[in-house]
C-alpha cells in the first residue's frame, strides 16, 4: 500500500516495529535505516499483550512529536501489537487534524487467545465475548479483568476514526463487541504481491477435461475488475450433473492443493483424515498435494503430523515448506484449492492467491471463508472440522464430469493493488469530508 501510493506521488511516510531483540542495544526510539520517508520504532520496555499496553515511557512523546512534524492527514495504521493501543492517543494529541484508521485483522482485541475466539482447552468455537466465558479460559484473570481489558481497549479505540475489516464477519464480531456501526468499513486487503504468471487456469481446464491439448497460451487471459464480496451462501446444492462415479482414466488425477500452515487451527488433520476415506472409497482419481511446513508447530502436533503422513496413501503427496514467491507457479499445477481451518478465518490470503490463478477453493463454511467462497459457483463449502463432509466435497469434483470446470468458470479474479489503493483513497476521501 505504501509502495502504491508513493507510485502515484502522494507523500507517504512507513512507520514499522523492530523485534523485541534490539530494545536494549539501539537505545533510540525512533530510527531512519531504510531512507527519509521510512520510520522503525524501537520499543524500550516490554509490552503487556493482554490489554495491548505499551509502558515506553518515551513513545509516546516521539510519536507525538513525529506527526507534529509530518501532519499527515491520514494515519493509517495496520496493527496496535507492539506499538500499544494508546498511540492512538498519541496520535490525535500530535496532530489533532489527522483523521486516523485502523484496519482489523483478526479478533485480538476481542479475544485473549490469540484472537482466535476458540475455547483454550476444548478448542469449541466462539460467537462471542463474555466476561465470565474468557475467565474461564484464562482463570488467572477474573470477570473484572476482562471487563477493564475490553474498556482499555474501548477508550483508546474512541480516538480512531475509520475502522476498515476485510470480511463482513469480522465487521459483525466487532459491532457485537462495541464499535460503532457507522465507523466501520468493509473493504479487502490489498493483494499479495507475488512473481509468477496468474491466469494459466484455462490450460489446466483442458488437462482435466480430456481435451486435445495444444502448447500452453503464452498471454495469460485479461483480468476482469471483481466487485466487492457479498455474502456467500451456506451449503446450497449446486446442480453437478450426474455421471459416471469415475473419470475416464486417460485423464490425469484431480489435483487438490493445501498450502499454508500445518497447523491445528488449518484443519491439517480434518484434511487427512477425509484422505483416508477417499481412499477407503477407492476414489483413486484425487491427489492432495500438501505443501506447508510443521516444524514450528508443539512436538506433540508434529507427531500426529508425520504420523498421518506415513499412513497416507497414494493419494496424499507433501512436497514440504515453499518459497512464497513461487505460489503461483505452484498453484498453476492444481486444479483447486482447499482450506479446511477449524477456527473463524477473517481474510485468508491463500483465496486471493488462488482466485488469482483461477482456481476454485474449497473451504470450511464459517467465518470470512464462507463470504468468499459461494458453493456451486467458486467453490464448494464443507461443514467445518467434518472429515466426511470435506471428502464427500472431494469426491463430488472426482466423480461428477463437469463441475471442476463449473466451479473454475465462476471464478474472478480479485481487484489489482490499483483498485484497491483506489477504493481505500475512496474511503480516506469520506473521512476527511
Same mark, same amino acid.
Given at each position: 500500500?505504501?509502495?502504491?501510493?508513493?507510485?502515484?506521488?502522494?507523500?507517504?511516510?512507513?512507520?514499522?516495529?523492530?523485534?523485541?531483540? /534490539?530494545?536494549?542495544?539501539?537505545?533510540?526510539?525512533? @530510527?531512519?535505516?531504510?531512507?527519509? !520517508?521510512?520510520?522503525?520504532?524501537?520499543?524500550?520496555?516490554?509490552?503487556?499483550?493482554?490489554?495491548?499496553?505499551?509502558? !515506553?515511557?518515551?513513545?509516546?512523546?516521539?510519536?507525538?512529536?513525529?506527526?507534529?512534524?509530518? *501532519?499527515?492527514?491520514?494515519?493509517?495504521?495496520?496493527?496496535?501489537?507492539?506499538?500499544?493501543?494508546?498511540?492512538? /492517543?498519541?496520535?490525535?494529541?500530535?496532530?489533532?487534524?489527522?483523521?486516523?484508521?485502523?484496519?482489523?485483522?483478526?479478533?485480538?482485541?476481542?479475544?485473549?487467545?490469540?484472537? =482466535?475466539?476458540?475455547?483454550?482447552?476444548?478448542?469449541?468455537?466462539?460467537? *462471542?465475548?463474555?466476561?465470565?466465558?474468557?475467565?474461564?479460559?484464562?482463570?488467572?484473570?477474573?470477570?473484572?479483568?476482562?471487563?477493564?481489558?475490553? $474498556?482499555?481497549?474501548?477508550?483508546?479505540?474512541?480516538?480512531? !476514526?475509520?475502522?476498515?475489516?476485510? /470480511? %463482513?464477519?469480522?465487521?459483525?464480531?466487532?459491532? &457485537?463487541?462495541?464499535?460503532?456501526?457507522?465507523?466501520?468499513?468493509?473493504?479487502?486487503?490489498?493483494?499479495?504481491?507475488?512473481?509468477? /504468471?496468474?491466469?494459466?487456469?484455462?490450460?489446466? $481446464?483442458?488437462?482435466?477435461?480430456? #481435451?486435445? =491439448?495444444?502448447?500452453?497460451?503464452? @498471454?495469460?487471459?485479461?483480468?476482469?475488475?471483481?466487485?466487492?464480496?457479498?455474502?456467500?451462501?451456506?451449503?446450497?446444492?449446486?446442480?453437478?450433473?450426474?455421471?459416471?462415479?469415475? $473419470?475416464?482414466?486417460?485423464? %490425469?488425477?484431480?489435483?487438490?492443493?493445501?498450502?499454508?500452515?500445518?497447523?491445528?487451527?488449518?484443519?491439517?488433520?480434518?484434511?487427512?483424515?477425509?484422505?483416508?476415506?477417499? *481412499?477407503?472409497?477407492?476414489? !483413486?482419481?484425487?491427489?492432495?498435494?500438501?505443501?506447508?511446513?510443521?516444524?514450528?508447530?508443539?512436538?506433540?502436533? =508434529?507427531?500426529?503430523?508425520?504420523?498421518?503422513?506415513?499412513?497416507?496413501?497414494?493419494?496424499?503427496?507433501?512436497?514440504?515448506?515453499? +518459497?512464497?514467491?513461487?505460489?503461483?507457479?505452484?498453484? =498453476?499445477?492444481?486444479? &483447486?484449492?482447499?482450506?479446511?481451518?477449524?477456527?473463524?478465518?477473517?481474510?485468508?490470503?491463500?483465496?486471493?492467491? #488462488?482466485?488469482?490463478?483461477? *482456481?476454485?477453493?474449497?473451504?470450511?463454511?464459517?467465518?470470512?471463508?464462507?463470504?468468499?467462497?459461494?458453493?456451486?459457483?467458486?467453490?464448494?463449502?464443507?461443514?467445518?472440522?467434518?472429515?466426511?463432509?470435506?471428502?464427500?466435497?472431494?469426491? +463430488?469434483? #472426482?466423480?461428477?464430469?463437469?463441475?471442476?470446470?463449473?466451479?473454475? &468458470?465462476?471464478?474472478?479474479?480479485?481487484?489489482?493493488?490499483?483498485?484497491?489503493?483506489?477504493?481505500?483513497?475512496?474511503?480516506?476521501? #469520506?473521512?476527511?469530508?
Amino acid at each position: 500500500m505504501f509502495r502504491e501510493l508513493k507510485a502515484r506521488g502522494a507523500k507517504a511516510w512507513l512507520l514499522g516495529c523492530s523485534s523485541p531483540k /534490539s530494545e536494549v542495544r539501539l537505545g533510540a526510539t525512533l @530510527t531512519q535505516p531504510y531512507g527519509p !520517508d521510512d520510520y522503525v520504532y524501537h520499543p524500550n520496555a516490554p509490552f503487556d499483550y493482554f490489554k495491548f499496553a505499551n509502558p !515506553d515511557p518515551k513513545f509516546p512523546d516521539e510519536l507525538a512529536e513525529l506527526v507534529a512534524e509530518l *501532519k499527515p492527514d491520514i494515519v493509517h495504521s495496520h496493527h496496535f501489537v507492539r506499538f500499544g493501543v494508546e498511540m492512538f /492517543s498519541a496520535i490525535r494529541r500530535g496532530w489533532p487534524q489527522a483523521k486516523i484508521v485502523l484496519s482489523l485483522h483478526e479478533y485480538l482485541a476481542i479475544c485473549n487467545h490469540h484472537g =482466535q475466539m476458540m475455547k483454550t482447552v476444548t478448542y469449541r468455537l466462539c460467537e *462471542k465475548e463474555s466476561y465470565s466465558a474468557c475467565a474461564a479460559c484464562f482463570p488467572q484473570h477474573g470477570e473484572r479483568d476482562f471487563f477493564l481489558r475490553k $474498556r482499555y481497549l474501548q477508550m483508546f479505540f474512541e480516538d480512531v !476514526d475509520l475502522f476498515i475489516s476485510p /470480511s %463482513r464477519f469480522l465487521a459483525e464480531r466487532f459491532m &457485537a463487541w462495541g464499535l460503532p456501526e457507522e465507523k466501520l468499513a468493509v473493504l479487502e486487503n490489498m493483494p499479495p504481491e507475488r512473481s509468477g /504468471s496468474p491466469f494459466a487456469a484455462e490450460w489446466d $481446464r483442458r488437462a482435466m477435461s480430456g #481435451a486435445p =491439448q495444444a502448447e500452453a497460451p503464452q @498471454t495469460p487471459p485479461k483480468p476482469v475488475a471483481m466487485p466487492m464480496f457479498s455474502g456467500g451462501t451456506r451449503f446450497v446444492a449446486a446442480e453437478t450433473g450426474a455421471g459416471s462415479k469415475k $473419470r475416464p482414466s486417460a485423464v %490425469r488425477p484431480l489435483k487438490i492443493g493445501f498450502f499454508g500452515q500445518m497447523s491445528p487451527l488449518k484443519g491439517i488433520t480434518v484434511l487427512m483424515d477425509a484422505a483416508r476415506r477417499l *481412499k477407503a472409497q477407492k476414489i !483413486d482419481n484425487l491427489v492432495i498435494e500438501i505443501y506447508g511446513d510443521y516444524s514450528s508447530q508443539p512436538l506433540e502436533f =508434529q507427531k500426529v503430523v508425520t504420523e498421518a503422513l506415513e499412513e497416507a496413501g497414494e493419494n496424499v503427496v507433501f512436497h514440504g515448506a515453499y +518459497d512464497n514467491s513461487q505460489v503461483n507457479a505452484l498453484m =498453476q499445477r492444481i486444479d &483447486a484449492m482447499v482450506i479446511p481451518s477449524t477456527w473463524w478465518e477473517n481474510s485468508p490470503v491463500v483465496i486471493q492467491e #488462488a482466485f488469482t490463478n483461477g *482456481k476454485p477453493v474449497i473451504c470450511s463454511n464459517i467465518g470470512g471463508m464462507a463470504e468468499k467462497i459461494v458453493h456451486g459457483v467458486n467453490g464448494l463449502q464443507f461443514e467445518v472440522s467434518r472429515p466426511a463432509s470435506l471428502a464427500e466435497m472431494l469426491a +463430488d469434483l #472426482a466423480t461428477k464430469p463437469g463441475l471442476l470446470e463449473t466451479l473454475a &468458470a465462476g471464478v474472478r479474479p480479485p481487484p489489482t493493488a490499483a483498485e484497491m489503493l483506489n477504493r481505500h483513497l475512496d474511503l480516506y476521501d #469520506a473521512v476527511i469530508a
